[in-house]
């Protein structure tokens, strides 16, 4: 830390009495919400903590470890400069220990409530014992009590309700009570498959500096057995960086971005997809501004919309979600099991060596293990860059340890569909989720996995399983040109979807929503369900191996059946 140190050191002005100090958590790094915003820079310290303890708790992409430790050292300057008190905790402790003895120093400590579940279990001894001060979290667009408010007569929620509860009560996209355009979602026009045009923007990149390096070097001596690709040249860290990077997306993908929002193509990981998820989440971006700027755009109002459904609406819709049901440890129909300890996500069938972790701390455990159907086969090392032979799934792996992410789309229904279809643990590949995004935390990425992209709450935030087979991946996606098996010949994906329709049959059969694909399944012949369940087994045997399908397989199930 040299380098960070003499420059904070060199900011640093003596020590004067009377300033009130806040525990600022790496996903709040801005001065305009919570207790700090409230102070004048004179009058006001906060303490940052760079704990490897929770750093290494999991085997976090080496790209995520460095966004989070760059961007927390640089705003730790940032605030020097305008006058704060800054103290800069570098420990290998858990958050509770780290903070008591400065709170012993400094007297009770103001904390926002910090969104992710596991730091609040971390510090609730804290909070018991008078040493933190809880202020409530100021970066959320919407409150527990519209959330409620948006809820059903039979409890259930539903996005859209709250989605048009709270598009109403905030007026965005709004006149005279009425949304803009005469309806509240565009969705249905924007589903076009993106052919070339227009073209896609480059990656965005940023500057080097100092701080940046020593954090990268940092990371690739102390974490060099965590996984994914270190590219400093793609790291926003600075106030600057998130500056930059939002202009580039307002001026570059926002134009665009509504048609080809469910778009996915091997020439462009992104597409018209903004980017800015990493920087909301941890407040360099805060999504209030985010929102009003990208109102204030002229863009076609189709991407005026969908660009605010994701924020305004599923962003907040499933942090609330994850808030209401304790982290899904609170379900309607039951309690499901938890999780003893934190995941590895199938990091040591991959590897060939365990993942070391941390050791336990009274209050945490590995999260929530609901299954509504069964689920439970260990995650393939196709997640992890072994070859799977399916050219849609090995382009996005790549894409993911390259880069800490991807756009919403294909982790929905390339990664999660796929996992699905082979029965994968809802919480395995949620782990997944969490330590290879460079966006995820607990409080979005176990909503979006559990909840929609495996429904292993059942019908509690979705209304139906997010699966498909060949045809959507065909139709959105420029994968099959690329792959050893045809679309329309042996590609076994669809056979994968009739089979997890058929395994779940009767649970899924009084859906309305799957009325149709039902429907079809009660026509297929005992001959084609049984090549389905074959094709199933064999493939999931093989990705089992960390080896990949190939058509010689799949032909083989086909004649075997």
């Not at 305008?82 to 007297?107: F, I, Q, S």
Request: aromatic residues 8%.
């Amino acid at each position: 830390m040299a380098t960070f140190r003499q420059q904070l050191d060199a900011l640093t002005t003596p020590e004067t009495g009377g300033r009130r100090w806040v525990y600022v958590h790496g996903d709040q790094l801005s001065d305009r919400i919570g207790p700090l915003a409230r102070m004048e820079a004179g009058e006001a310290g906060i303490v940052l903590t760079e704990t490897r303890w929770h750093l290494a708790r999991r085997p976090h992409h080496r790209q995520k470890l460095a966004l989070l430790l760059a961007n927390q050292r640089h705003f730790a300057l940032e605030q020097a400069r305008r006058g704060v008190a800054v103290e800069y905790l570098e420990t290998e402790a858990p958050l509770r220990e780290a903070l008591r003895p400065a709170a012993a120093r400094r007297g009770a400590l103001a904390v926002m409530e910090p969104a992710e579940r596991e730091v609040r279990a971390d510090l609730a001894p804290l909070l018991a014992e008078g040493l933190l001060e809880r202020h409530p979290h100021d970066g959320w667009l919407t409150t527990r009590a519209q959330f409620r408010e948006s809820l059903g007569r039979d409890g259930a929620f539903r996005m859209d309700a709250f989605y048009r509860l709270v598009r109403q009560q905030s007026g965005y996209l709004m006149e005279g009570g009425k949304p803009v355009g005469g309806k509240y979602s565009f969705d249905a026009e924007n589903r076009e498959p993106w052919r070339g045009e227009p073209r896609a923007p480059e990656e965005p990149g940023f500057p080097m500096d100092a701080v940046k390096a020593e954090v990268c070097a940092l990371v690739a001596e102390r974490f060099a057995r965590h996984p994914g690709t270190l590219r400093p040249e793609a790291l926003p860290a600075t106030a600057e960086d998130a500056g930059a990077l939002w202009s580039w997306a307002r001026r570059e993908c926002l134009p665009h971005f509504g048609p080809y929002e469910d778009a996915m193509s091997r020439h462009s990981s992104g597409l018209f997809h903004t980017r800015l998820s990493p920087l909301m989440n941890i407040h360099r971006l805060l999504p209030r501004d985010v929102v009003e700027d990208a109102l204030a755009e002229p863009l076609p109002l189709a991407s005026k919309e969908g660009f605010l459904r994701q924020v305004l609406g599923w962003r907040e819709y499933v942090r609330h979600v994850h808030v209401e049901t304790d982290g899904f440890r609170r379900l309607p129909g039951g309690d499901p099991p938890v999780a003893a300890e934190a995941g590895d996500a199938g990091f040591a069938r991959w590897a060939g060596a365990s993942w070391p972790g941390t050791a336990p701390l009274e209050g945490l455990d590995g999260g929530a293990e609901p299954s509504a159907l069964g689920a439970a086969r260990p995650l393939p090392p196709a997640f992890w860059g072994a070859e799977s032979g399916l050219a849609c799934l090995d382009h996005v792996v790549a894409d993911v340890w390259r880069e800490g992410w991807s756009h919403h789309i294909t982790r929905l229904m390339v990664l999660s569909n796929l996992a699905t279809l082979l029965d994968v643990s809802p919480r395995e590949l949620t782990d997944w989720f969490w330590v290879a995004y460079v966006d995820a935390f607990d409080w979005v990425v176990e909503p979006n996995v559990l909840g929609m992209g495996t429904y292993a709450l059942g019908g509690l935030m979705t209304t139906k399983p997010y699966v498909s087979g060949t045809p959507y991946i065909e139709k959105m996606s420029d994968y099959c040109g690329a792959c050893a098996f045809r679309p329309k010949k042996d590609c076994p994906v669809s056979r994968l979807y009739w089979a997890f329709l058929a395994r779940n049959e009767a649970e899924l059969r009084g859906n309305p929503r799957l009325f149709m694909p039902m429907n079809a399944l009660a026509k297929r012949s005992d001959a084609e369900r049984a090549r389905d369940a074959a094709v199933f087994e064999a493939v999931s045997a093989r990705l089992a191996e960390g080896r990949p399908a190939t058509p010689r397989l799949v032909a083989d199930a086909v004649a075997g059946a």
